[in-house]
């Protein structure tokens, strides 16, 4: 079965536009896995109190045949190629290479030790909502509704569509 599922996508170190585009690359490259949108990129301020430079964000849309714990274990790997590191001791809201975060899949709701879907605080986050509001404009967050909705409660967040468009990718495997 071949199920619909939104990336974000986040970097704000070692060249963030290219880790993005990387990350794309190896997203697109996955087994099982086809990039069928992406969004334009974003620079959005940081989350939280921790002193750091701004992000670059984007969504990418993906048909896939993996299931949410095996594709959310493939992101973790993209990760850590692009230098992530997750552990106890690291703050949740601090600088990074490369964030990638299981945002939707399908209309499942579920909550377990390392995922939850969908994504927990996506709807407080413009740097999710506007891009995944230009590659879906009608798509949901089950248990809130229509997405684009929350789009006027985060218009405070700073937020700006960068100039650099992704290249294009070959995906289909």
């Given amino acids: 079965m071949v199920a619909r ?7 704000n170190l070692a060249h963030p536009r290219r880790q993005l585009a990387r990350a794309l690359r190896r997203l697109a490259g996955l087994r099982g896995v086809r990039v069928v949108a992406r969004s334009p990129s974003y620079a959005s301020a940081p989350v939280g109190s921790i002193p750091q430079p701004d992000y670059v964000n984007a969504v990418a849309a993906i048909d896939t045949t993996l299931a949410p714990r095996p594709l959310l274990e493939r992101l973790h790997a ?4 692009a230098g992530r590191r997750r552990d106890a001791s690291t703050p949740r809201d601090c600088a990074r290479t490369l ?8 209309r499942r ?3 377990l030790p390392m ?6 605080r996506m709807h407080e986050r413009a740097f999710v909502l506007r891009p995944l509001a230009d590659i879906a404009p009608t798509v949901t967050i089950p248990g809130r509704g229509l997405a684009r909705r929350f789009l006027a409660r985060v218009r405070n967040q700073r937020i700006a569509r960068t100039q650099i468009a992704f290249p294009q990718l070959k995906s289909g495997r």
Avoid at 5 to 11: C, E, P, R, T
Avoid at 99 to 106: G, I, M, N, S, T
Avoid at 115 to 120: E, F, K, M, R
């Fill in 109 to 111: 709701r579920m909550r």
């Fill in 115 to 120: 995922l939850t879907l969908p994504h927990p």
């Fill in 78 to 81: 993209i990760e850590r190629i």
């Fill in 5 to 11: 599922a939104y990336i974000g996508l986040g970097s």
């Fill in 99 to 106: 964030d990638l975060d299981l945002l939707l899949y399908e």
